[in-house]
Structures are given as structure tokens and as C-alpha cells.
């Protein structure tokens, strides 16, 4: 039950939150909304709600919250390793380079710190029985890594007036290969602790 209510609420949040996107002073504003969309936060955390709508309708349809059909866990799990990537890269760079209260302001204070603490608490401590492979711990890199190589795309190649602003800071001083790298490590370290937690 703890799980079923968790994965909605993981849904229906990130659904409202989304849509204030969709707003800009008072109005609809679709650039808005749609230019959210190039931040690994909004990217995330729609991962996992969409993985949370997927277990909450196994859920309610019978399965136990611990088993789930591998692909619904497997999208949950990417989902999860997503969004502990945006919660640590907040606590641990984010936070210290643009400010916690800016971090934690409004919407943030759910895309980075709520929603992802109840979808690691989900995860790990409702939905896996037992501890999986180190091979498809692996899998939970897939998200960065797609998201790091869109971002170094559009911020280091492209020409400026094509591409996205360092919105992140990751090439600050031009050094987006160690920041590149050290994404990496971290996801890679994410996905370790989640394993063993």
C-alpha cells in the first residue's frame, strides 16, 4: 500500500509541477515549458514519475510491490538513479557554486530533495527483494550518459546562437572533460550504493 500511494504521488506531483513550467507570469507560456525540458532535473524527474505510474498500475492490478515484472523494475530503477544524480549533484555542486536556497526554492524544493528521497525510499526499501547484479547496476548510468553527451553537444560543439547556454557550469573555465568525467564517477557510485544499501 506504502508503495502504491508513494508511486502516484511520485506521478501526480511531478505532473503538477510540470505544468507550472508551462506558466510564466500569469500566462501559458509553451517556450517556457519546453525549455525546461533541457535540464536532467525536469528530465529525471519525469523518468521516475512515468516509472511510478508504471508500478502503480501493476501494483493496483495485483503484483507485490517486491515483484514487479522486470522491465517495470528496470524503469523504475533508472528513474531512481536518475534522480539520486540530480539530488547529489545539488548537494555537492549545485548548492555550494549557486546557493542552497535557490536550489531549494518553489518547485526545487520537490524536484530536487522530495521526490527523489521517495523514489530512492521506494525503490530500494518496497520494491527490490533481493540484491541484483553488478552488471545491471550498470544500467542506471544509461540516463546521465545519454543526458552528459546531449549536454556537451549542445554547450561545447555547437556554435552559441545553435546551442544551450552552461546552465549547469560544467564548463566553467573550459573544463568539461573532468566535469564530464567526475558525472560519470558519480553516477557510477550511485549506482554501487543503491546495490548494497
Given amino acids: ?21 508551462f506558466r510564466k507570469d500569469g500566462a501559458w507560456n509553451q517556450q517556457n515549458g519546453l ?17 511510478g505510474l508504471a508500478v502503480f498500475l501493476c501494483e493496483i492490478s495485483g503484483a507485490a510491490p517486491d515483484a514487479l515484472p ?19 549533484t545539488v548537494v555537492f555542486f549545485l548548492g555550494p557554486t549557486m546557493g542552497y ?3 531549494f526554492a518553489g518547485s526545487g524544493l520537490y524536484v530536487h530533495l522530495i521526490g527523489p528521497l521517495l523514489a530512492i525510499f521506494s525503490f530500494r526499501f ?3 527483494k533481493e540484491m541484483y547484479s553488478f552488471a545491471t547496476s550498470l544500467l542506471g548510468m544509461i540516463p546521465m550518459t ?5 549536454y556537451l553537444i549542445m554547450v561545447v560543439f555547437l556554435p552559441e546562437e545553435k546551442g544551450w547556454d552552461d546552465f549547469y557550469g560544467f564548463n566553467r573555465g ?6 564530464f568525467a ?5 553516477t557510477f557510485l550511485i549506482c554501487v550504493i543503491l546495490r548494497i544499501l
Fill in 1 to 21: 500500500m506504502v508503495s502504491i500511494l508513494i508511486n502516484l504521488f511520485l506521478f501526480l506531483a511531478t505532473g503538477i509541477v510540470v505544468m507550472t513550467y
Fill in 35 to 51: 525549455r525546461s525540458f533541457r535540464f536532467f532535473t525536469t528530465l529525471s524527474n519525469v523518468l521516475v514519475a512515468l516509472a
Fill in 70 to 88: 522486470l522491465g517495470i523494475w528496470i524503469f523504475k530503477y533508472l528513474g531512481t538513479t536518475a534522480v539520486a544524480v540530480t539530488l547529489l
Fill in 101 to 103: 536556497k535557490e536550489m
Fill in 126 to 128: 518496497l520494491e527490490t
Fill in 146 to 150: 545519454l543526458y552528459g553527451i546531449v
Fill in 174 to 179: 573550459g573544463k568539461w572533460m573532468i566535469s
Fill in 182 to 186: 567526475a558525472m560519470l564517477i558519480g
